[in-house]
């Protein structure tokens, strides 16, 4: 027979659960900062590959490589919008084109 003794403290389990959830959201934080700091890393790559297609000739090894790179970029671009999808779920992660001739 179980007496109200051998029942678990409500307040020591609650209190289990805040710090879990604290912790989780410090994590949540973190990854959402590195993922933002890795894509503002990404961004002049992306600008340098744009230029680079203007100078590599159709046909050559160097498009090639420039094929390699931007598969590579676009890859590390969807992880990112992963994992700030997910440490953002509120948020939409979708780039606007911008016209920097007006």
Do not use: C
Request: hydrophobic content about 35%.
């Amino acid at each position: 027979m179980r007496t109200i003794l051998d029942f678990p403290k409500p307040l020591a389990r609650t209190d289990d659960l805040r710090q879990r959830d604290e912790r989780l959201q410090a994590m949540k934080a973190l990854v959402g900062q590195l993922a933002h700091s890795f894509n503002n890393s990404l961004a002049p790559l992306a600008g340098y590959l744009t230029l680079l297609w203007d100078e590599v000739p159709t046909g050559t090894p160097g498009e090639q490589y420039l094929r390699k790179v931007e598969s590579s970029m676009h890859r590390s671009e969807s992880y990112i919008t992963t994992i700030l999808q997910a440490t953002h779920p509120e948020r939409e992660f979708m780039p606007k084109p911008t016209d920097l001739t007006s």
